[in-house]
């Protein structure tokens, strides 16, 4: 059991630094400096960052990407309760130290948000260990991230270094808005025009493409889905629809003087929610009706 503890914990300090690790390289490439690396690992555990200084504001985004890498970190070592013990512990006393790093240009608030993603990580690593299917379909998506991060350092090495940054540290935010808009979820870029700085995406941000690319795209993953989690595809759909909405998004609100000015990516929950409950069902009988299909011709 101590064994076990010290395990756990040094999961949690690996999956903390990996996540840092990979915050340092996504906003060094982006140009953002080192010390933005503490807000980038707040915001992917659902921290709050507060603009201070000349502008007064709040930033809400996942860079999925740091999530990632952390969720994957964590749940490869935690195989029994005592790792999740230790690794959460480690992990948490991390991320209170976050407030109290430079952080360039950004305040890092309290780590409270980090409570609801450490919970879903290991909720669904829990759910791993018990339900097989749970497993796969899980791999599928972090597979389909993966390949999301590939393509778009691959791509990067025409578009520059910070796109490569954007792709680390977003790649999975623009497949989730690729996935939920391929199958007519919409979303809204919303704010004044102002002279922002642009995300170099290098012509892959899905807001930019045509819908039939992102349609067959999306098929793909709920097909595999529906392989995987069978009758449980539906739910599965609609759930993984509607996070992919809600955590793919972002928000920015300012406030210069009296002017409150608020930016953002939505999309509508509800309906990423019916449009995949839809996608998993048509997907679970095709499935089914191919195996069906493939018994009687054996």
Same mark, same amino acid.
């Given at each position: 059991?101590?064994?076990?503890v010290?395990?756990?914990?040094?999961? *949690?300090? !690996?999956?903390?630094?990996?996540?840092?690790?990979?915050?340092?390289?996504?906003?060094?490439?982006?140009?953002?400096g080192?010390?933005? &690396?503490?807000?980038? #690992?707040?915001?992917?555990? *659902?921290?709050?960052?507060?603009?201070?200084?000349?502008? !007064?504001?709040s930033?809400?985004?996942?860079?999925?990407? #740091?999530?990632?890498?952390?969720?994957?970190?964590?749940?490869?070592v935690?195989?029994?309760?005592?790792?999740?013990?230790?690794?959460?512990?480690?992990? +948490?006393?991390?991320?209170?130290?976050l407030p109290?790093?430079?952080?360039? =240009?950004?305040?890092? *608030?309290p780590?409270?948000g980090?409570? /609801?993603?450490?919970?879903?990580?290991?909720?669904?690593r829990? $759910?791993?260990?018990?339900?097989?299917?749970?497993?796969?379909? &899980?791999? @599928?998506?972090?597979?389909?991230?993966?390949?999301?991060?590939a393509?778009? #350092? @691959?791509?990067?090495f025409?578009?520059? +270094?910070?796109?490569?940054?954007t792709?680390?540290? $977003?790649?999975?935010?623009l497949?989730?808005?690729?996935? !939920?808009? *391929?199958?007519?979820?919409?979303?809204?870029?919303?704010?004044?025009?102002?002279?922002?700085?642009t995300?170099?995406?290098?012509?892959?941000g899905?807001?930019?493409?045509?819908l039939?690319?992102?349609?067959?795209? $999306?098929t793909?993953?709920?097909?595999?889905?529906?392989?995987f +989690?069978r009758?449980?595809?539906?739910?599965?759909? &609609?759930?993984?629809?509607?996070?992919m909405?809600?955590?793919?998004?972002? =928000?920015?609100?300012?406030? +210069?003087?009296?002017? /409150?000015?608020?930016?953002?990516? !939505?999309?509508?929950?509800?309906? $990423?929610?019916?449009?995949?409950?839809?996608?998993?069902?048509?997907?679970?009988?095709?499935v &089914?009706g191919?195996?069906?299909?493939?018994?009687?011709?054996a």
């Amino acid at each position: 059991m101590k064994r076990d503890v010290l395990v756990g914990g040094a999961a *949690g300090l !690996t999956a903390l630094g990996g996540m840092a690790g990979w915050a340092l390289l996504g906003v060094g490439l982006l140009s953002l400096g080192g010390t933005a &690396a503490p807000a980038a #690992v707040a915001l992917a555990v *659902g921290g709050s960052v507060e603009l201070g200084e000349r502008v !007064t504001g709040s930033i809400s985004l996942l860079p999925l990407g #740091v999530s990632l890498v952390g969720a994957v970190l964590l749940t490869i070592v935690l195989t029994n309760w005592q790792r999740v013990a230790g690794a959460v512990a480690v992990f +948490a006393a991390g991320l209170v130290v976050l407030p109290f790093l430079p952080a360039g =240009q950004f305040d890092v *608030g309290p780590p409270v948000g980090a409570i /609801p993603w450490l919970v879903a990580v290991v909720g669904a690593r829990v $759910a791993m260990w018990r339900l097989p299917w749970v497993r796969r379909v &899980a791999l @599928v998506l972090v597979g389909a991230a993966g390949a999301a991060m590939a393509t778009g #350092v @691959v791509v990067s090495f025409t578009g520059g +270094a910070k796109m490569l940054g954007t792709m680390l540290l $977003a790649a999975p935010n623009l497949l989730a808005v690729a996935l !939920t808009r *391929g199958f007519g979820v919409p979303w809204e870029l919303a704010g004044p025009n102002l002279p922002l700085p642009t995300i170099e995406t290098g012509g892959l941000g899905p807001l930019e493409q045509p819908l039939w690319p992102l349609a067959v795209l $999306a098929t793909a993953v709920v097909v595999l889905i529906a392989v995987f +989690a069978r009758w449980h595809a539906p739910w599965v759909t &609609a759930l993984c629809w509607a996070a992919m909405t809600w955590l793919g998004g972002a =928000q920015l609100s300012l406030r +210069a003087g009296p002017f /409150p000015i608020s930016l953002g990516l !939505t999309g509508d929950v509800f309906i $990423a929610a019916g449009v995949g409950l839809a996608a998993g069902s048509v997907a679970c009988l095709l499935v &089914a009706g191919a195996r069906q299909w493939q018994i009687q011709r054996a």
